[in-house]
């Protein structure tokens, strides 16, 4: 079993920067691709950006590259989001998972773990 939390949320001005935090627990993450999925409110939950087990390959979706960057610590057992240029369509709750899966990483049925969220609200 893997657990997850994440932190990092707030309320921030467009424009403005944020860092969410994965905190892992339970057994080390370096054998779990993550993903950041988001879901705002009436809206299905949607990829948002995965970092490979060792760190060395991301991706993200169109809406948020350039602006939002994902890395992970696995001595740490924590993965992070840095996200700038904040924009109020990137209001929702922020999710990170845990895939045991190489393929499909944008795909949230590839998902083993997942955490609780973390409210992120961008106003205009």
């Known amino acids: 079993q893997v657990q997850l939390v994440e932190s990092g949320g707030g309320l921030v001005q467009a424009g403005g920067s944020l860092r969410l935090s994965c905190q892992a627990s339970?057994?080390?993450?370096?054998?779990?691709?993550i993903g950041w999925f988001r879901q705002a409110p009436g809206k299905e939950r949607e990829f948002v950006a995965a970092i490979n087990r060792s760190g060395g390959s991301t991706g993200s979706a169109d809406a948020v590259k350039g602006r939002f960057t994902i890395s992970r610590d696995n001595a740490k057992n924590t993965v992070s989001l840095q996200m700038n240029s904040l924009k109020p369509e990137d209001t929702a709750v922020y999710y990170c998972a845990a895939s045991r899966s190489t393929v499909g990483v944008t795909q949230l049925r590839n998902y083993d773990y997942w955490g609780q969220g973390t409210q992120v609200t961008v106003s205009s």
């Open positions: 339970g057994r080390t993450i370096s054998g779990y691709a």
